[in-house]
């Protein structure tokens, strides 16, 4: 291993920490070949529902060299939002963690862009590469267990022996080359069947695949069209996103609670009750959902939602 390259990863490293990511890991940017036949078995049986764009820059969504030019190494992090107390996924409205507080994209990015300009400053004057957070057709999740930073749940999720599933991915793809991964992390999951048996809409199916025709968090976000009427009483409360998969998941049990304070709900959400819910203009949401990933859902896929799950 060059010891130059080493000396980038552990700058890379130390620099990640200090801006509140917990993980780092390398891969060289190349086709995922497994992954890329998973993908295009999981489109072909209808399972990305209304997420057309799935199948979108397959090629680069499969190969990461092709959506940045020049990319030779892919810099996978993970930064943990697993709140001290959970009290928005409680009772209905229920929202997923992930949402709680300050828009991930924004936080994640600005951190990225720092990251990105001080490898540049500090070590490759030349760098040349762009950064990601759940904002390019990549395959963020592969990329992540190919630089050795947990195994694939059999929820689909990522997840890290240390922080668990409550982790936001995101990446870097740069022209240079970096220490990587040899070896991935072990599968962990066993016979443990607490996610499948937890799904209230059997969204989970053998072999890590989720059917998002059924999926609480599909339903409630991506989804532009009614609620489909099989699925009454069965959202649990939910009405952004949904946690129960990763609730339910021994990994989660102790892994260490996020110190990022744009990830933590705002005091005005917190006040909110059944009655100020109930009366919640679209001016009103705009104002308690600002710089939220809850907006992704607009004010009237929110009152579709929570008419769905508390209206009987």
Known sequence: ????????????????????????????ATELVEDKERLRAWLAKGYSAGMSYMSNYFDKRTDPSLLVEGSLSVISLLHSYKPTESPLSEHAPKISRYAYGKDYHDVIRRKLSELFSFIRDEYYPALEGRFFVDSAPLLERALAVKSGLGWIGKNSMLINRRLGSYVFLSEILVNIELPYNEGGMIDRCGGCTYCIDACPTAAILPGRVIDGNR???????????????????????????????????????????SDEPEFRPSAA????????????????????????????????????????????
């Open 215 to 257: 999926c609480i968090s599909y339903l409630t976000i991506e989804n532009k069209d009614d609620i489909p009427l099989e699925f009454k009483g069965k959202l649990k409360g939910w009405t952004f996103g949904c946690d129960i998969c990763q609730e339910v998941c021994p990994w989660n049990r102790k892994a260490p609670d």
């Open 1 to 28: 291993m060059s010891l130059i390259k080493e000396y980038i990863a552990e700058g890379i490293r130390r620099k990640a920490s200090e801006l509140g990511f917990a993980e780092v890991g390398f891969s060289p």
């Open 269 to 312: 959400l917190l006040a909110m009750n059944r009655e100020k819910w109930e009366v919640l203009s679209r001016e009103g949401f705009s104002e308690l959902f600002k710089g939220s990933a809850v907006k992704r859902a607009k004010y009237t896929g929110w009152i579709r939602n929570y008419k769905f799950v508390v209206e009987p």
